[in-house]
């Protein structure tokens, strides 16, 4: 499993957080910054991130900012992502379960560092069900298809 991961300002303490606990776990994780404190515009990282997603160079994304919204609101302008902000781990497993959600958007002033690696563990340890949910994420993509060049 790839993934690919990124933060704004905001979000950087939570990005390195994650990071550290994914390679722990024996992932595969390409940082794309930001890489300290310094204040920068979180629709640079989104595009980043969420380019490499739907182009299906990575396998999953991880976006964090100051509320996980921005990010989520960028990256879902991208064909085949499909982001969700989560601040619960419920939320987080059922966006696995039924979204099949590739991006996971984390918002550091909203969840903080100790929660915010719970609801990544969450996400990443839950698997898409499949069955039902299928057909509905497939109609995501329809209307992928309908409304993106
Ligand atoms: C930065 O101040 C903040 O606006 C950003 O991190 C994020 O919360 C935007 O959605």
Known sequence: MRVVIGSDHAGFELKEAVTAFLRERGVEVEDVGTHGNASVDYPDFASTVARKVGSGEADFGVLVCGTGLGMAIVANKYRGVRAVPCTTEFAARAARAHNDA?????????VGVGLGLAIAQAFFDTAFEGGRHERRVQKIADVEDENMR
Do not use: A, M, Q, Y
Not at 102 to 110: F, K, S, T, W
């Open 102 to 110: 590739n991006v996971l958007c984390l918002g550091e002033r909203l």
